[in-house]
Nanobody, 115 residues
Framework: QVQLVESGGGLVQAGGSLRLSCAASGSIFSINTMGWYRQAPGKQRELVANIGSRGNTYYADSVKGRFTISRDGAKNTVYLQMNSLKPEDTAVYYC?????????WGQGTQVTVSS
């Protein structure tokens, strides 16, 4: 069993920054991909960024140059540094872990960017 616990969401003004954290616990294997998805009201959940166990990263075009994903393998924790936030970044952000073909999700953390 795997548990993902997110923290760091909140309310911020446009142009501001937030840092999300997600700590994974349980049966964590060394080879996996951790990432962040988001879902805005009335929209589908979308991949924001992910990072493999070797450090390879992917970013959605909408966040390139503004968001940075990183991970601490020793702590099984993934971070999402979000800078230059825009109102359209407002969403519930979900942590995701993929290993051995299984998907695991956190409970979600709200990020609200005011204009």
């Amino acid at each position: 069993q795997v548990q993902l616990v997110e923290s760091g969401g909140g309310l911020v003004q446009a142009g501001g920054s937030l840092r999300l954290s997600c700590a994974a616990s349980g049966s964590i294997f060394s080879i996996n991909t951790m990432g962040w998805y988001r879902q805005a009201p009335g929209k589908q959940r979308e991949l924001v960024a992910n990072i493999g166990s070797r450090g390879n990263t992917y970013y959605a075009d909408s966040v390139k140059g503004r968001f940075t994903i990183s991970r601490d393998g020793a702590k099984n924790t993934v971070y999402l540094q979000m800078n230059s936030l825009k109102p359209e970044d407002t969403a519930v952000y979900y942590c995701n872990l993929i290993q051995l073909g299984f998907n695991y999700w956190g409970q979600g953390t709200q990020v609200t960017v005011s204009s």
